[in-house]
């Protein structure tokens, strides 16, 4: 069984900087691609980011794209969500998830098998 878990989130005003990590349990990390998904109350989980199992290729929302950078250290079984000048509208729940092998797309919430708990960050104005 795989467990993700994530850290980093809390409250910041907006312009500012967090970090989120997503520790993850198991030998074979580096081969699976991971993302980065959202969900703000009321609204559908959403796309963040996501980055192939070697690191090599980053894939990023537009609303997201220029501020947040994914990275991941598999030498740590951890991946990052390192997200500056945030925006009141980035307040959400954020979810780390490993994807399938057998997937195609990024984006795709579907094709991710395992999920963190989620870490809350809020941006005030």
């Known amino acids: 069984q795989v467990q993700l878990v994530e850290s980093g989130g809390g409250l910041v005003q907006a312009g500012g900087s967090l970090r989120l990590s997503c520790a993850a349990s198991?030998?074979?990390?580096?081969?699976?691609?991971m993302g980065w998904f959202r969900q703000a109350p009321g609204k559908e989980r959403e796309f963040v980011a996501a980055?192939?199992?070697?690191?090599?290729?980053?894939y990023y929302a537009e609303s997201v794209k220029g501020r947040f950078t994914i990275s991941r250290d598999n030498a740590k079984n951890t991946v990052y969500l390192q997200m500056n000048s945030l925006e009141p509208e980035d307040t959400a729940n954020y979810y780390c998830?490993?994807?399938?092998?057998?997937?195609?797309?990024?984006?795709?919430?579907?094709?991710?098998?395992?999920w963190g708990q989620g870490t809350q960050v809020t941006v005030s104005s």
């Open positions: 980055i192939s199992g070697s690191g090599g290729s980053t």
């Open positions: 198991g030998r074979t990390f580096s081969t699976y691609p």
């Open positions: 998830a490993r994807r399938s092998l057998f997937g195609s797309t990024y984006a795709n919430p579907g094709q991710y098998t395992y």
